[in-house]
């Protein structure tokens, strides 16, 4: 499955690359954890994200890999920063995922309403706490 998006945060490009609410392994490994739910399948991910390719502050490529008991996802994303260093800032985003297991067995139209729903609210959090 492919999404993309643009998102625009009125904050320093800065601020907003440096912006981070995950666990940091080293300088480009990561840790997450996320609680998913679809339809009436829910499922706890450990998600271990690794920075395969960086150009602070404007380009990032991120790689993933997830699992949950029956699930596992994974997905490259890459980030691409613009607008004046001062601000406003730009996010345009592109992000290929593949499940596998429970959750992929649930239908693309379902995952994708999802998954729509949880980048969304994502972004929403992200904004509210750069532009605060």
């Known amino acids: 499955m492919n999404f993309s998006g643009s998102v625009d945060?009125?904050?320093?490009?800065?601020?907003?690359?440096?912006f981070e609410s995950i666990e940091v392994v080293d300088e480009s490994n990561f840790k997450?954890?996320?609680?998913?739910?679809?339809?009436?399948?829910?499922?706890?991910?450990?998600?271990?994200?690794q920075m395969a390719d960086?150009?602070?502050?404007?380009?990032?490529v991120i790689k993933a890999h997830g699992q949950a008991p029956g699930s596992a996802v994974d997905a490259t994303?890459?980030?691409?920063?613009s607008g004046p260093p001062?601000?406003?800032t730009r996010m345009d985003w592109t992000a290929d995922v593949a499940l596998a297991g429970t959750m992929?067995?649930?239908?693309?139209?379902l995952i994708e309403g999802t998954a729509n729903k949880m980048i969304s609210?994502?972004?929403?959090?992200?904004?509210?706490?750069?532009?605060?």
Do not use: H, N
């Not at 992929?104 to 139209?109: F, I, M, N, V, Y």
């Not at 609210?121 to 605060?132: G, H």
């Open 32 to 49: 997450a954890t996320a609680r998913v739910g679809i339809g009436f399948v829910t499922a706890r991910f450990v998600v271990r994200i």
């Open 121 to 132: 609210a994502t972004f929403d959090c992200m904004r509210s706490k750069l532009e605060a």
């Open 54 to 60: 960086q150009q602070p502050p404007d380009r990032a």
């Open 77 to 81: 994303a890459e980030m691409q920063l």
């Open 86 to 88: 001062e601000g406003p």
């Open 9 to 18: 945060i009125r904050a320093p490009r800065a601020r907003v690359w440096s």
């Open 104 to 109: 992929a067995s649930l239908g693309a139209r």
